[in-house]
């Protein structure tokens, strides 16, 4: 079984819609929980960060962490056409050690006006 | 502020052949890693460098290897290259080593094909 599991889609919705993206993972060990938004040609961008179980959130994005179901999500209200692109989910056991990320594949979303 | 610079956007390759990539990361910035992006295995930690130092590194085989300059920039190089190795070369730059994870920001990428 893979640490990170997560639906490669691709998903379309139409502008307006609520999305809801997903990542299951293996590792109880996992601690902080990231979610990446990354365009075509370019690299990842950090959109949401959280600690431990909850949810957090940031204009129309909510990061939400189960970790009893050892299962994230990230909800995007009122998507927008710029919203289309890949996002990726990542948790790591350590809050400053990069090299023990673990990535999700990412999900390609393409929001249709 | 400028962002992490990676050089060259694009690139093509033949089996058996070397390659050079290259990353500038934002200024002040001392900590460089570097990350393999497939469609198959995903985004995958190569290695980090801090202070012209190899810190950590991923599961790669030795034909991955890297260096980084007394400015903080950092070369990446993969010799004797095979098909597998086509994917998006990442670079991240942080301040420092072990900086938090929110604090690492990545670079646009190098796009390599291997033919």
């Known amino acids: 079984q893979k640490e990170v599991e997560q639906d490669p889609g691709p998903l379309s919705v139409p502008e307006g819609a609520i999305v809801s993206l997903n990542c299951t993972y293996s590792?109880?060990?996992?601690?902080?929980f990231m979610w990446y938004r990354q365009y075509s040609r370019k690299g990842p961008e950090l959109l949401m960060y959280t600690y431990s179980s909850g949810n957090k959130e940031d204009g129309r994005f909510t990061a939400q962490v189960d970790k009893s179901s050892k299962y994230i999500s990230l909800f995007i209200r009122d998507s927008q056409p710029s919203d289309s692109a890949t996002y990726l989910c990542?948790?790591?056991?350590?809050?400053?050690?990069?090299?023990?990320?673990?990535f999700g594949k990412g999900t390609l979303l393409t929001v249709n006006p | 502020k400028a962002g992490v610079t990676q050089t060259p956007r694009y690139l093509i390759k033949t089996r058996g052949q070397q390659v050079t990539l290259s990353c500038s990361p934002i200024s002040g910035h001392r900590s460089v890693s570097w990350y393999q992006q497939t469609p198959g295995q995903g985004l995958q930690f190569l290695f980090e460098?801090?202070?012209?130092?190899?810190?950590n590194k991923g599961n790669f085989p030795g034909r991955f290897s890297g260096r980084q300059f007394s400015n903080s920039r950092s070369e990446m190089n993969v010799s004797t290259l095979e098909l597998g190795d086509s994917a998006l070369y990442l670079c991240a730059s942080s301040l420092l080593q072990g900086a938090r994870l929110d604090e690492q920001y990545f670079g646009p990428g190098t796009r390599l094909t291997v033919t």
């Open positions: 460098y801090f202070s012209e130092t190899q810190r």
């Open positions: 590792n109880s060990a996992f601690q902080y």
């Open positions: 990542a948790m790591s056991r350590s809050g400053g050690s990069n090299y023990k990320l673990t």
